[in-house]
């Protein structure tokens, strides 16, 4: 992997051109790695996006500016939701909306992502606690939070002080997170199982995706990345890469969870593969626990059928 710079009009500094060619290859090993990557005006803004949410990190005031919004996990197969997973959001009085892609990594390498995600599970849990018993909620782990001891026991410890049944969490892992130290991840990972929560591997068939590992986590899902879905209807190979990963869950006995869906045609094609577990903006956005409660009789959430405009998903 290479990152490259080009001295521009209004020359730079010696710092600054290995600043930008250091990015430059950042980019490359994280997005097109075995390539050569040249800084661009993209990258420009991405830095400046960069250093002014690192310096806002530092004065944030997490409880009151972070907050957490709901996208339902729907059973296309019984009509029905059957978790919703908790996606951090950042309203920040100087920066306004801040996309997590830009503050997640940030607070991950300004050590801040423990104090986030412990802020976040607080209030997913406060949410969860306004639901059926039925609906599960699914969390994210950072890479950072694996590595924590001490995280995972303070989460546990909210569980149990908050009367919320670890059966009802799913937490979510990435691949490139077990790999930093896959022989702590697993042991922490079976340390949350032994509290009676579910396991989900996410992302699935971006990062490493290798059976030498997968077999040998205590996984309850597999979230196959929406990568692979956008072309599904079109795509023969998209389709193919789906069933092999549809038929590696069925083999391992774990739910297979399809994200990024977004048309009639993608559910479809997916029920016709075996799909039955389904997440993405044609079951519905992320919206506030509020919402949430407000448009959803006790009795609606997990009875009624889930549609779009009006038509149920089976149609």
């Known amino acids: 992997s290479i990152g490259l ?73 019984r009509n ?33 992502i423990n104090q986030l995600t412990e802020v976040l599970f607080a209030k997913a849990l406060a949410a969860l606690k306004t639901w059926p018993d039925e609906i599960d909620l699914s969390f994210n782990l950072s890479v950072r939070d694996i590595a924590s001891g001490d995280l995972l026991a303070r989460l546990a410890q909210m569980l149990e002080t908050t009367g919320v049944s670890a059966k009802r969490i799913i937490f979510e892992i990435t691949e490139t997170a077990l790999m930093h130290d896959f022989e702590q991840g697993r042991d922490r990972l079976l340390g949350l199982k032994a509290l009676g929560a579910k396991i989900a591997l996410d ?25 692979f879905v956008a072309g599904v209807a079109t795509d023969q190979a998209s389709r193919d890469i789906v069933r092999s990963i549809l038929d590696l869950c069925r083999n391992l006995k774990i739910t297979c969870v399809v994200e990024g869906v977004e048309t009639a045609e993608q559910v479809i094609v997916l029920r016709s593969l075996g799909c039955t577990t ?38």
């Open 80 to 112: 029905k939701i059957v978790a919703y997973e908790a996606l951090a959001r950042w309203q920040s009085p100087v920066l306004g909306s801040v996309k997590p892609i830009h503050f997640i990594p940030a607070a991950e390498r300004m050590g801040l």
């Open 278 to 315: 389904m997440q993405g903006y044609f079951f519905g956005g992320a919206v506030s626990n509020v919402a949430l409660v407000h448009t959803s009789g006790a009795s609606e959430w997990a009875a009624a059928p889930v549609r779009l405009k009006g038509r149920p998903v089976s149609a």
């Open 5 to 77: 710079v080009a001295q521009t009009d209004q020359p730079l500094t010696q710092d600054q051109l290995l600043e930008r060619a250091d990015y430059a290859l950042y980019n490359a090993k994280a997005h097109h790695r075995g390539t050569a990557v040249l800084f661009s005006t993209e990258h420009e803004s991405a830095i400046r996006i960069q250093i002014l949410t690192e310096q806002q990190l530092r004065q944030v005031d997490f409880a009151s500016e972070m907050t957490v919004q709901f996208q339902p996990i729907v059973d296309v197969g």
């Open 203 to 227: 992302d699935f068939g971006t990062g490493y995706s290798s059976l030498h590992y997968v077999h040998r986590l205590p996984l309850d899902k597999i979230k196959i990345d929406r990568e």
